[in-house]
């Protein structure tokens, strides 16, 4: 059995997003657990745990003879994956165990299990972290999605915004953030139905956690609603490639600023069917889209006037 180590908000290490420095704005570099500035040479952050080799290898032999294996960390699960194990079976040689060391161990086993959290607040954040895990994979979401929930759930659970706030729309509302922030497309009724939580819950959380922890979140391109809406609708490739540079071409000039960028994206699908005669439905289209019949005519409206102008 091997010791457990203290988590990361016991030993004092942060997830701070920020990727430059405060006083030049120049990117950081970090060293032997210092982060420094690579222009005015401010130490940004020290006595972090330096997670590199301890020795030098000068070719691909002693590179490969002297690595290690196992697992990184990650702020995905509560320990970081830095934790204790106790097996199951026999001990360190593979000899079978005693029923008096098997008891032993099966009480050594929960003791273990038990020690994880130390406090209510620890058990908030275990339970938060492991629903989390679970709406990831209900929603098919890449690992880089869950990383960066996990850290913005971190980030508010250090700074006390959950409190007063249920932890499943917090989860939820981490995820979309995530899912913004990794330009992954996820509507908040998406996430919704697969939490436990309204789509009004998720608008809600996300909305703190975008003030308070000042994410640098941008819209949502039309493109990615495109990319959507090409993959429902049995549409050629000439009208795909139609739809893009209207899309493209929307955005440059502006029509689209404000304005929901599911109908733009649907306009733009209808607009480059009907001018190569492949049309589909502006209900059929709507549908998929997520939109109502009326907006995707008015932005088709707008499409068409800016087309007919050029």
Not at 177 to 190: F, G, I, K, S
Not at 230 to 254: C, N
């Amino acid at each position: 059995m091997t010791t457990r180590l203290p988590t990361p908000e016991r030993c004092g290490e942060t997830d701070d997003l920020s990727d430059d420095c405060p006083e030049c704005g120049s990117p950081p570099a970090t060293l032997r657990g210092e982060t420094t500035c690579t222009q005015c040479g401010l130490v940004i952050a020290e006595d972090y745990l330096d997670r590199g080799a301890e020795w030098r290898a000068f070719d691909a032999e002693e590179t490969r003879t002297r690595s290690r294996v196992g697992a990184p960390t990650t702020p995905t699960m509560f320990d970081r994956g830095v934790s204790s194990q106790i097996g199951w079976r026999g001990d360190a040689h593979g000899n079978p165990l005693s029923s008096r060391k098997r008891r032993r161990i099966a009480r050594m086993r929960t003791h273990d299990r038990r020690a994880v959290t130390t406090s209510k607040r620890e058990q908030n954040l275990l339970r938060a972290l492991s629903e989390m895990a679970r709406l990831v994979s209900a929603l098919e979401l890449p690992r880089a999605v869950h990383e960066e929930a996990s850290v913005l759930y971190r980030r508010a659970y250090r700074e006390n915004l959950l409190q007063g706030r249920t932890i499943d729309g917090m989860v939820a509302g981490a995820v979309y953030a995530a899912c913004r922030r990794q330009h992954v497309l996820r509507t908040t009724d998406e996430i919704a139905a697969g939490s436990s939580v309204t789509e009004h819950d998720v608008r809600f959380s996300y909305g703190v956690l975008n003030v308070e922890l000042g994410l640098a979140v941008e819209p949502v391109s039309p493109h990615l609603y495109l990319s959507r809406l090409l993959g429902e609708m049995d549409a050629s490739p000439v009208v795909r490639s139609r739809a893009s540079e209207l899309v493209s071409l929307a955005l440059d000039s502006g029509i689209a600023t404000g304005k929901n960028p599911a109908g733009v994206a649907g306009a733009a699908l209808y607009l480059a069917g009907t001018e190569r005669l492949q049309n589909a439905t502006q209900s059929d289209i709507a549908a998929a889209a997520g939109v109502t019949v009326v907006t995707l005519r008015k932005r088709y409206y707008d499409l068409r006037d800016l087309v007919g102008s050029e």
